[in-house]
């Protein structure tokens, strides 16, 4: 495949933009006292497709980080009353399933909004400095 120059220009643009929205992530979950790291576990519980919660070993691959990590991760945050551990599996009680209590759905919630606003200020100035694909 040939790259042109408005190819290595839109790579440039999506890695910035990508860059500065992380950066500008961090700085919101301070805000209201978390880490970058709780809150996109804090999201990766709420998004999960599964209404029972993920389970740990998922919450790591969503994170893309070790399972041990991410039991850290889970510990230091369930600590902070955001989230919570259940056994919800009915068929192997092994299976432990995260959910976010009441405070970390109003935290999660208070974050998101304006993430979602930034990501769309985000791709369209990654479209517009990119000119046609």
Known sequence: MHLGDPDY??????RSALRQFLRWSEHQAAGVGLTAAQHQLMLAIRGHADRRGPTISEVAA???TRHH???QLIDRTERLGLIT???ADEHDRRVV???LTAAGVRKLAELSSAHLEELHRLA??????SGPA
């Open 124 to 129: 369209a100035l990654v479209d517009a400095s």
């Open 62 to 64: 969503y994170l893309c």
């Open 9 to 14: 220009a839109r790579l440039l643009a999506f």
């Open 85 to 87: 551990r259940t056994r």
């Open 69 to 71: 990590s991410a039991v």
């Open 97 to 99: 399933r995260l959910t």
